[in-house]
């Protein structure tokens, strides 16, 4: 079961502020003729969704997907003039990789600022977790979304609940609107503490 400090939680809430949607119509054919690797065509694919088809019949094993190269490899025989087909989720905007590297920087922002936990990402990358305390709350998950949003795409961020808002505006930089974030919440989480010996530099 997923929980609020997985990566692939947070990168959810990340790809929903930056309006990054998922599509369900990636599908690619081709005919076997001696080479099988396959290129995708569309980039961010969700590598879990992929399912790849032989003459029609579904392979439960036999391939591997590479996220680097964004290639399928079939591993199980093949004959000349096997048609395959690869259907698959993807992404329009950002890789799953480029999304949680975003995630990562993140971080750097709750040092600068002083916030009273440290995070980084577990060694296997998938949750984010305190250096000095605990684990990260609901609440501190979809700040860290926020922030790694406003990192992606500064220009076009817009959040708005009853509490909280966040807008770009014209010749407002990336740091202005994170600084503008961060200053909201400590309205908006009750618990959201800083240590103020750690931040003096930040306005």
């Known amino acids: 079961m997923a929980t609020w400090n997985d990566v ?8 929903s502020l930056v309006k990054d949607r998922l599509r369900g119509d990636g599908r690619d054919a081709y005919s076997f003729l001696g080479d099988a690797s396959f290129t995708l065509t569309e980039d961010f694919p969700d590598s879990a969704s992929i399912k790849v088809y032989k003459n029609g019949t579904l392979l439960t094993t036999g391939y591997s997907y590479n996220a680097t190269s964004n290639i399928v490899t079939i591993t199980a025989m093949l004959a000349t003039n096997d048609t395959i087909l690869i259907c698959y989720n993807f992404y329009d905007k950002y890789s799953s990789n480029e999304i ?8 750097a922002y709750f040092a600068q600022w002083g916030y009273r936990k440290l995070f980084k990402l577990s060694d296997d990358r998938t949750q984010v977790i305190a250096i000095d ?16 949003s ?6 076009n961020i817009e959040i708005r609940t009853k509490d909280f808002t966040v807008t770009a505006m014209e010749k407002e930089s990336r740091n202005e609107l994170i600084s503008r974030a961060m200053n ?7 618990e959201f503490s800083w240590d103020e010996t750690l931040n003096p530099d930040v306005p």
């Open 8 to 15: 692939s939680t947070i990168s959810r809430l990340v790809r």
């Open 100 to 107: 949680v590297d975003y995630i990562e920087s993140s971080f």
């Open 133 to 148: 305390g605990v684990n990260p709350t609901a609440k501190e998950c979809y700040e860290i979304a926020i922030i790694t």
């Open 150 to 155: 406003i990192l992606i795409d500064p220009c």
């Open 184 to 190: 909201q919440f400590t309205t908006w989480y009750g």
